[in-house]
């Protein structure tokens, strides 16, 4: 043998040495079969958990959306809801005779019968204590009389509340302490 074929069987050789020592290695590495399932087990559980989590999000969600899909179109009737109610505090006693005033008294009716209906409530002010999450005071009034102090003098725009949330908070004027 030359020279040259005597290095490359020592390279060859060499060569399939170490790669028969890989190899050999990386049978080693190979997880047990134990290991791996419980591997999978652990994966399986949180995608399971991950799933069940997402399920009752969306019904949540769902749920959420129903309750409240109505927000909209109720926010948009209620000026004219007030305006009817407004409407019916300043009518004189002529026009009491005459059968408007009863008509638009039914309307005003029907309009508080259908948002009891679908959950929209008015949210009660007039000789309450003020309460900041469901209304809002642009005014106050001097008063002597301590016990009067941060509550209701007069309600100037009703505030509703939709399935227990405020979609709309009342305005109002608060008393204070006369300085």
Known sequence: MTKDKKDNNLHENEV???TDNIIHEESIKTINPEEASV???AK???ALADYQNLLRQTVKEK???QRFANENMVLGILP???NLKISMKHIDTAAEKSGWADGIGY???QFADFFESIGVKEIKTAGHKFDHNKMEAVSEVATDDKKLVHHVCEELTA???LKGRV???ARVSVYKINE
Do not use: L, P, S
Request: proline share 0%; aromatic share 20%.
């Open 167 to 169: 979609i709309r908070a």
């Open 16 to 18: 399939n040495e170490v």
């Open 80 to 82: 004219v809801y007030d």
């Open 44 to 46: 399986y559980a949180r």
């Open 39 to 41: 591997d999978y087990q």
């Open 159 to 161: 505030g509703y509340e």
């Open 107 to 109: 309307v005003v009716k």
């Open 63 to 65: 749920e959420d959306f």
